[in-house]
């Protein structure tokens, strides 16, 4: 029973276009949510998370969407680098903290030149 | 600043050799965890702590056991590899202070074949 889900394996976009990462979840309980980078043999990177109080959170380049109702979160990127193909793991908390993260199985963003 | 650093980086065992990886941070960081991520998987919890000689279970923790002695390492055991264990397995800390502490810090990996 796979609680967090990225349905798109991959996802190749333009360079200078913008890139839309989709996450969805099934358990209420989780009140935040994080987007994890990740290169080929490195550990994953935190880039940007949201609160189930927010629908939006912005740092530069990224912003993450959560629709609580939908139960669905996106990661947008604008404009797309080639630094930014990577992996892309969508993330989820309880709340709590302690208790470690459930994670989707990634969005393999490619940018093209 | 190191952050979370994992040794080995590789490891090749054979099928009920044991072994332990270890986890060592030094970010000051309450909490600890164990990931393991297999090909076309995302991370699944392996086992967790919130400080020094508290740990518990997550997701996937048959096989494996750990102890948290002190704030600054985790080791992770196998007592007894199956080829089942063959996976990348990253450890990760964070804070437990509210807000920040849902950000977890990852290390580098640790590449684990069992033949």
């Known amino acids: 029973d796979q609680q967090v889900k990225q349905n798109s394996p991959s996802l190749s976009v333009q360079e200078g276009r913008i890139s839309i990462l989709n996450c969805d979840y099934t358990?209420?309980?989780?009140?935040?949510f994080l987007w994890y980078k990740k290169y080929p043999a490195e550990g994953p990177t935190f880039l940007i998370s949201i609160s189930s109080i927010k629908d939006k959170n912005e740092d530069g380049r990224f912003t993450v969407f959560l629709n609580k109702s939908a139960k669905h979160l996106s990661l947008h990127i604008v404009p797309s680098q080639p630094g930014d193909s990577a992996v892309y793991f969508c993330?989820?908390?309880?709340?709590?903290?302690?208790?470690?993260?459930?994670f989707g199985k990634g969005t393999h963003l490619i940018i093209q030149p | 600043n190191a952050g979370v650093t994992q040794t080995p980086k590789f490891q090749v065992l054979k099928t009920g050799q044991s072994m332990t990886l270890q986890c060592a941070q030094d970010?000051?960081?309450?909490?600890m965890s164990w990931y393991r991520q297999d090909p076309g998987m995302g991370l699944r919890l392996i086992h967790y702590s919130v400080g020094a000689g508290i740990t518990d279970q997550g997701e996937v923790p048959n096989g494996y056991n750990v102890s948290r002695s002190t704030t600054e390492d985790f080791p992770l055991r196998l007592l007894s590899a199956a080829p089942s264990q063959t996976s990348v397995y990253f450890c990760?800390?964070?804070?437990?202070?509210?807000?920040?502490?849902?950000?977890?810090?990852f290390g580098a990996g640790t590449r684990l074949s069992v033949l």
């Open positions: 358990n209420s309980m989780f009140d935040y």
């Open positions: 990760a800390s964070s804070y437990s202070t509210r807000g920040a502490k849902n950000i977890q810090y």
């Open positions: 993330a989820a908390n309880t709340g709590g903290g302690a208790d470690g993260l459930t």
């Open positions: 970010m000051n960081h309450e909490y």
